[in-house]
């Protein structure tokens, strides 16, 4: 089992920024891709932005050029540095990795509880 925990959430004025931070607990599974998902009441979960264990990076179009996303594999953690922030950002993001047992070619998704970031206009 992989659990996530998830910190830095929080309100903040429109064009200011926030980081997002994930560290994951699993000391039997190798962690492959880790990531951030949003989600608004009413809508589906979407994903913000991932990244791979070697560093390669993807991002929703609506904020390429504004967040950025990291990792540090020696600590399994990963952040999203969010700038220039919009009223639009406001959601609650959720951190998402696919992990497997070391030594297995078998894949698992798993999901932190989520943590609220809320842009004032």
């Known amino acids: 089992q992989v659990q996530l925990v998830e910190s830095g959430g929080g309100l903040v004025q429109a064009g200011g920024s926030l980081r997002l931070s994930c560290v994951a607990s699993?000391?039997?599974?190798?962690?492959?891709?880790m990531g951030w998902y949003r989600q608004v009441p009413g809508m589906q979960r979407a994903l913000v932005a991932s990244?791979?264990?070697?560093?390669?990076?993807s991002y929703a179009d609506s904020v390429k050029g504004r967040f950025t996303i990291s990792r540090d594999n020696a600590k399994n953690t990963v952040y999203l540095q969010m700038n220039s922030l919009k009223p639009e950002d406001t959601a609650v993001y959720y951190c998402?990795?696919?992990?497997?047992?070391?030594?297995?070619?078998?894949?698992?998704?798993?999901w932190g509880q989520g943590t609220q970031v809320t842009v004032s206009s």
């Open positions: 699993a000391s039997t599974f190798s962690i492959h891709s």
């Open positions: 990244i791979t264990s070697s560093g390669s990076s």
């Open positions: 998402h990795t696919i992990a497997g047992y070391i030594g297995e070619s078998s894949r698992y998704q798993y």
